[in-house]
């Protein structure tokens, strides 16, 4: 009997010590704040919802990274749109002002610097700025195609450095 008891202690210590190994394997693996995220490197700095009527079907996503000094914007396909191959955009620019209640009315984005990718995808379209934006503000733009109608969204501008 004492044998039997010894024998399920230690099958129970190796259970424990491999629920142990998975879960500090999970906390070793998990992803760094500034890993790629949808082809951006960077920290996170907002995101807007994309709707087709009340159903959610994508966001855009804006990152900052501090290393490269650009910012990288996301349009992601969410809920009926992911996987689903459709129309797909996003841009984001520059925007010549120290802050956002700065800006001249119609003040155009500084093309220059203007990062942008379109085409037929089912998961996510990203680009990312050609100029340090370090000294601007920024303004991003995405749209999603579905169900015939064109759903964009804006975010910015905003994040003046």
């Excluded at 906390?27 to 994309?50: D, E, R, Y």
């Excluded at 085409?119 to 100029?131: D, F, H, R």
Aim: aromatic share 8%; with cysteine; charged share 10%.
């Amino acid at each position: 009997m004492q044998a039997r008891g010894k024998a399920i202690r230690t099958k129970l210590l190796v259970v424990v010590v491999a629920c142990a190994g998975m879960l500090g394997g999970g906390l070793v693996l998990a992803t760094p704040a500034n890993a790629a995220v949808n082809g951006c490197n960077g920290s996170f700095l907002a995101s807007k919802p994309i709707y087709h009527g009340s159903t959610k079907i994508g966001e855009l996503d804006l990152y900052w990274d501090a290393a490269a000094r650009h910012n990288c914007a996301t349009t992601v396909h969410t809920g009926a749109t992911y996987g689903v191959r459709v129309p797909t955009s996003v841009e984001v620019y520059a925007i010549v002002a120290p802050s956002p209640d700065l800006r001249p009315p119609g003040q155009q984005p500084d093309l220059s610097g203007r990062g942008s990718d379109s085409g037929n995808y089912g998961y996510y379209a990203n680009a990312s700025t050609k100029i340090d934006t370090s000294h601007y503000c920024v303004e991003a733009t995405g749209n999603i195609v579905w169900a015939g109608s064109n759903h964009v969204v804006t975010l910015g501008p905003a994040w003046c450095g």
